[in-house]
């Protein structure tokens, strides 16, 4: 899956920064190498979480 981050400058310093196509990945660093780093583990968590609430959701699954 390709994903758009967006970084800004944090007024006390270092970076924060997000994914547009999941919301819930938000994250921050000092450079924007740490923020991309910290981004990419909080998108894997969101999903990982996204994944257990659906198996955790009998009425979600189809079939």
Known sequence: ?????V???APEG???????KIPA???EGETVEE???NLMEAA???RAC???????S????RG
């Open 1 to 5: 899956m390709e994903l758009t981050a």
């Open 35 to 37: 923020a991309h780093a």
């Open 50 to 56: 996204q994944r257990e609430l659906f198996e955790e």
């Open 7 to 9: 970084f800004e400058p």
């Open 14 to 20: 270092g970076y924060t920064c997000w994914a547009e």
């Open 44 to 46: 894997q968590l969101v």
């Open 58 to 61: 009998p009425g979600l699954h």
């Open 25 to 27: 990945a938000i994250s």
